[in-house]
């Protein structure tokens, strides 16, 4: 435990920090339709799916060693640039979560480190093949699949059960979007939860205290799991809205179709060890199931405004991570302090802008739409 400096232990709790962001940033991508469809209640909800983010966690290593030694090189990167990045991350996580935009964690937190590790070792300091390989091609054919899967899926089961009794359709359907919703965020944990793993990983190996190519130790496994656990349970009500009523009026087989399509997308890609983006494909698998339906309305503005975010999250949180990466560097030790109090700060801000007008486990269904403006509701409950 000597290469564990006060640094690292700094970076170490930031990566966690960050984990947790992405749990509740994330949380949508399990339960947003079985909320939306009322196949779960929502803190029922979140509780299934912040255990079984925990337990995805410890199904396999491949994304951690991707991130850890795959897109930049471990040999370059010092803990000041790691913190730089996940700074980066965290912040664009905050602020899509306010405004309801169901952005990608996983590319947040590459493109903090991407800028971060470009700012501070230079540009042979990232792996640029692996970054198209592994994060830019999973990005653009991902959510494409999961689409094009829940699309036919979903027409596949109103086919089927067009003559059937509509109640009967719903309670099966719902019945089987607790199973679905439950596979999804197990691949959750496994895919995302493995993100932070390997950023402390990463850590651990550019202070010495692991070798080269090294894996995630059981601790660190143990320790994001757990914190992503929680940050799914918090419930990221502002954007289960978004993806549960914003992007189409789901009903039950189409909950069903999208989940079950997202969940075998994201379990494949784990297994070959490709970082991708959750939000982006349960993203599309729910466009893809509103499609599928006969006379569904999918609105188009509300999926315009997400593809922005995705196409604007890796450079915004690059930009983010190599300016602070830049103060660090230059900085050292006051320079971190000063990156660390003025995220604080921004964070602060947030929260607090956040809860003019709160989305929270009573009113997530209310209406499609999230707003930052306006005094808050009367009612009181827990925004987040």
């Known amino acids: 435990m000597d290469h564990i400096t006060f640094l ?55 994304v951690a060693k991707t991130i850890s030694g795959g897109i930049v090189d471990d040999t370059l990167v010092t803990p000041g640039m790691i913190f730089a990045g996940l700074v980066g991350a965290i912040l664009w996580n905050l602020a899509t979560w306010l405004l309801g935009l169901p952005s990608s964690s996983s590319h947040a937190l590459f493109g903090g480190l991407i800028g971060a590790v470009w700012v501070g070792a230079g540009e042979h300091g990232v792996h640029f093949d692996k970054v198209v390989e592994k994060v830019l091609l999973p990005a653009v054919a991902s959510p494409l699949i999961a689409g094009v899967a829940a699309l036919i ?38 895919n995302d939860a493995q993100k932070t793993m390997g950023v402390i990983t990463l850590t651990l190996i550019s ?69 991708l983006s959750t939000t982006q494909v349960c993203s599309g698998g729910i466009l893809g199931a509103g499609l599928g339906r006969r006379l569904a309305e999918v609105r188009w ?34 320079g971190i302090v000063v990156i660390a109090l003025l995220a604080l700060a921004v964070a602060t801000f947030i929260v607090v802008m956040s809860r003019r007008n709160p989305v929270h486990a009573s009113n997530v269904n209310e209406t499609h739409e999230v707003s930052v403006r306006g005094a808050a509701p009367a009612e009181v409950g827990t925004a987040a």
């Open 8 to 62: 690292v232990a700094v970076v170490i709790v930031t990566a966690l920090a960050f984990d947790f962001t992405n749990g509740f940033h994330d949380t949508a991508n399990a339960m947003a339709t079985s909320i939306a469809t009322g196949a779960l209640k929502p803190r029922t909800a979140v509780l299934i799916s912040g255990v079984l983010n925990v337990v995805g966690a410890f199904l396999s290593t491949e």
């Open 207 to 275: 202070a010495g205290a692991l070798g080269h190519d090294a894996g995630p130790p059981l601790w660190v496994i143990a320790s994001a799991g757990l914190a992503i656990g929680l940050g799914t349970y918090l419930g990221g009500w502002r954007i289960i809205r978004t993806m549960g009523k914003g992007l189409t009026d789901i009903q039950s087989p189409q909950g069903f179709a999208a989940e079950a399509a997202s969940t075998t997308v994201i379990l494949t890609s784990a297994h070959l060890g490709f970082a």
């Open 301 to 334: 503005g509300t999926a315009g405004r997400m593809v922005v975010a995705w196409l604007v999250t890796l450079p915004a949180a690059a930009l983010v991570g190599g300016l602070s990466a830049s103060v660090v560097t230059h900085g050292g030790n006051f």
């Open 153 to 190: 899926a979903t027409y596949l089961a109103y086919r089927i059960t067009a003559r059937a009794r509509q109640k009967t359709v719903t309670k099966g359907f719902r019945l089987g979007q607790i199973a679905s919703a439950s596979l999804v965020s197990l691949a959750h944990g496994t």
